[in-house]
């Protein structure tokens, strides 16, 4: 027996080992899964709070009352405050957001609108079809060219309205939808127009808490937004740094949590470094043209004369530009679009680099010896102006380059300027909107000093009424060489690929998916 008992001792004591080898085994296994993790949260869904902090080299003067808001980039300080009726989908069709559903009508000249229902505004005020109304109606006194066309609007009822139009146009809807941001009607009539432009009161998943001019915003999130369980951060702060390598010095400090509009350099540098999460604009709508436009419509400037427009092109290696200054992070443009996009027109020939072509032309039109002017530009585009101002030097023309903020520029597009001034264009998803919102009689950028063309204008017309997408699209087409072969109206010069980077744990943002001005704030959120 006790040989027996002996036995069972060993037994008990091996399987003791065993077992005490497995929770060594199993601990280990569960430390080892523990550290895993962090690496595999983000598939786990998002998590609430936090502040994301956007490191931004532009300005912005007007936060509350967009009819005033010239300037694209708006739209992206924007965004987590005031909603519009409509965003664009992945293939760059414009789809509802505010609103429910739409219905276009050719025939008979209308756009119906159907609003959701249960928004509020931050000011617990209704939106509805009425609020919509105002908004539209306020672009319209403030002569945006986006709305052009609608002759009235009726409500049918508190949540769908009517645009009757004067005739079709194709752009209307799009335009209407996405550049239209909403704000509060109540808000803007209570306090008035100065008070909101410093006040932006909107649908958005945030508020604005805090702005301080030429510094910083800061944004804390809407407890009562409308999509339920959103936003999943608690603030949003832009950080306004104008030098770039301040602002990358300040990100590679962490300092920051996205960085946009460094120069190529630091892209790279950053890129390579494999620390951060990287995008460019390459496969998205809304890729950056960076051109000159010229006071032609001036009969006392030089650019007046078709031919000093042309030389200008012809005396500067655009491509060159791209692969020098950018670094290869853009594509040399002769118009608006750039190729393997849908509305680039491969039969418009532009100017080619030929500085003895140049020289020709500028002697043809009364310059032998050339002649003095200006280019006025942002200091974040002078790297890209530097190098146009060496190349016409070179043909006669003395350049003097002139730096201005963002809020004089958008006061001088908007007004007249004296030579040339730095012109940006989106590769946004519609050609007809883009080129009606630029370079059309009506438009607000540009108008006052440019020349219009009966031909340009009656294509730009044509883009807008057509009765289908094909008429359209070919109509755009032969507005694009009209535009840049028969009349040299702007300096296409290059397309920026662009890129912005951010920090690994930021996730779901969406800058640069879809179109470069929009982004989702109710979305975003971080891995902790």
Same mark, same amino acid.
């Given at each position: 027996?006790?040989?027996?008992?002996?036995?069972? %001792?060993?037994?008990?004591?091996?399987?003791?080992?065993?077992?005490?080898?497995?929770?060594?085994?199993?601990?280990?296994?569960?430390?080892?899964?523990?550290?895993?993790?962090?690496?595999?949260?983000?598939?786990?869904?998002?998590?609430?709070?936090?502040?994301?902090?956007?490191?931004?080299?532009?300005?912005?003067?007007?936060?509350?009352?967009?009819?005033?808001?010239?300037?694209?980039?708006?739209?992206?300080?924007?965004?987590?405050?005031?909603?519009?009726?409509?965003?664009?989908?992945?293939?760059?069709?414009?789809?509802?957001?505010?609103?429910?559903?739409?219905?276009?009508?050719?025939?008979?000249?209308?756009?119906?609108? %159907?609003? %959701?229902?249960?928004?509020?505004?931050?000011?617990?005020?209704?939106?509805?079809?009425?609020?919509?109304?105002?908004?539209?109606?306020?672009?319209?006194?403030?002569?945006?060219?986006?709305?052009?066309?609608?002759?009235?609007?009726?409500?049918?009822?508190?949540?769908?309205?009517?645009?009757?139009?004067?005739?079709?146009?194709?752009?209307?809807?799009?335009?209407?939808?996405?550049?239209?941001?909403?704000?509060?009607?109540?808000?803007?009539?209570?306090?008035?127009?100065?008070?909101?432009?410093?006040?932006?009161?909107?649908?958005?998943?945030?508020?604005?808490?805090?702005?301080?001019?030429?510094?910083?915003?800061?944004?804390?999130?809407?407890?009562?937004?409308?999509?339920?369980?959103?936003?999943?951060?608690?603030?949003?702060?832009?950080?306004?740094?104008?030098?770039?390598?301040?602002?990358?010095?300040?990100?590679?400090?962490?300092?920051?949590?996205?960085?946009?509009?460094?120069?190529?350099?630091?892209?790279?540098?950053?890129?390579?470094?494999?620390?951060?999460?990287?995008?460019?604009?390459?496969?998205?709508?809304?890729?950056?043209?960076?051109?000159?436009?010229?006071?032609?419509?001036?009969?006392?400037?030089?650019?007046?004369?078709?031919?000093?427009?042309?030389?200008?092109?012809?005396?500067?290696?655009?491509?060159?530009?791209?692969?020098?200054?950018?670094?290869?992070?853009?594509?040399?443009?002769?118009?608006?679009?750039?190729?393997?996009?849908?509305?680039?027109?491969?039969?418009?020939?532009?100017?080619?680099?030929?500085?003895?072509?140049?020289?020709?032309?500028?002697?043809?039109?009364?310059?032998?010896?050339?002649?003095?002017?200006?280019?006025?530009?942002?200091?974040?585009?002078?790297?890209?102006?530097?190098?146009?101002?060496?190349?016409?030097?070179?043909?006669?023309?003395?350049?003097?380059?002139?730096?201005?903020?963002?809020? %004089?520029?958008?006061?001088?597009?908007?007004?007249?300027?004296?030579?040339?001034?730095?012109?940006?264009?989106?590769?946004?998803?519609?050609?007809?909107?883009?080129?009606?919102?630029?370079?059309?009689?009506?438009?607000?950028?540009?108008?006052?000093?440019?020349?219009?063309?009966?031909?340009?204008?009656?294509?730009?017309?044509?883009?807008?009424?057509?009765?289908?997408?094909?008429?359209?699209?070919?109509?755009?087409?032969?507005?694009?060489?009209?535009?840049?072969?028969?009349?040299?109206?702007?300096?296409?010069?290059?397309?920026?690929?662009?890129?912005?980077?951010?920090?690994?744990?930021?996730?779901?943002?969406?800058?640069?998916?879809?179109?470069?001005?929009?982004?989702?704030?109710?979305?975003?959120?971080?891995?902790?």
């Amino acid at each position: 027996m006790k040989k027996k008992s002996g036995m069972a %001792k060993s037994i008990y004591l091996s399987l003791a080992i065993c077992l005490l080898i497995s929770v060594i085994l199993s601990a280990c296994s569960k430390e080892a899964v523990k550290q895993e993790q962090p690496n595999h949260s983000a598939s786990s869904g998002p998590t609430y709070g936090g502040n994301l902090k956007i490191i931004w080299i532009d300005n912005v003067t007007n936060m509350g009352y967009p009819p005033e808001q010239r300037v694209t980039t708006n739209l992206f300080f924007v965004q987590p405050v005031l909603e519009s009726l409509g965003r664009y989908d992945a293939s760059g069709k414009i789809t509802p957001w505010l609103a429910e559903s739409w219905q276009a009508n050719p025939k008979e000249k209308t756009i119906t609108i %159907k609003l %959701k229902q249960g928004i509020k505004f931050q000011d617990d005020t209704d939106f509805n079809a009425e609020a919509v109304k105002w908004n539209i109606e306020e672009y319209q006194k403030a002569k945006r060219p986006e709305v052009n066309g609608i002759q009235s609007i009726d409500v049918i009822d508190p949540y769908t309205l009517r645009l009757n139009l004067e005739q079709w146009d194709s752009t209307l809807l799009e335009n209407v939808a996405y550049y239209v941001r909403i704000v509060s009607p109540t808000a803007v009539q209570k306090n008035g127009k100065d008070w909101a432009i410093k006040n932006p009161v909107g649908t958005g998943p945030f508020t604005l808490a805090s702005w301080e001019r030429d510094v910083s915003m800061k944004f804390k999130k809407n407890e009562k937004y409308w999509q339920k369980g959103k936003p999943y951060l608690d603030s949003i702060e832009f950080v306004l740094i104008q030098d770039r390598n301040t602002a990358a010095n300040v990100f590679k400090s962490g300092g920051g949590d996205v960085l946009t509009q460094m120069d190529a350099d630091t892209f790279a540098e950053l890129e390579k470094s494999g620390k951060y999460e990287t995008r460019t604009l390459e496969k998205v709508f809304g890729a950056l043209g960076v051109g000159i436009a010229f006071d032609n419509g001036n009969p006392n400037s030089p650019f007046a004369n078709l031919k000093v427009r042309q030389a200008v092109m012809h005396a500067v290696d655009a491509d060159a530009i791209t692969k020098s200054v950018l670094r290869g992070a853009g594509v040399p443009a002769n118009q608006w679009y750039t190729p393997g996009t849908r509305f680039y027109n491969p039969d418009v020939k532009g100017y080619p680099y030929d500085p003895e072509k140049a020289k020709q032309l500028l002697a043809e039109a009364g310059y032998p010896n050339g002649f003095k002017t200006t280019i006025s530009a942002e200091q974040v585009t002078m790297n890209i102006m530097t190098a146009v101002q060496s190349y016409l030097a070179k043909v006669g023309i003395e350049v003097q380059l002139i730096t201005i903020d963002r809020a %004089k520029w958008s006061a001088l597009i908007a007004d007249k300027w004296d030579g040339m001034i730095l012109m940006y264009r989106a590769l946004g998803p519609s050609a007809v909107v883009q080129h009606n919102r630029v370079l059309s009689k009506s438009s607000a950028l540009y108008a006052k000093n440019i020349i219009h063309p009966d031909n340009v204008e009656k294509l730009l017309n044509e883009a807008r009424t057509a009765p289908d997408v094909e008429s359209s699209d070919k109509a755009i087409k032969e507005a694009q060489k009209a535009i840049i072969d028969e009349h040299a109206m702007y300096f296409p010069l290059l397309v920026q690929k662009g890129g912005f980077v951010f920090q690994k744990n930021v996730q779901n943002f969406g800058m640069y998916t879809v179109n470069a001005f929009d982004w989702n704030p109710e979305d975003v959120w971080k891995q902790k």
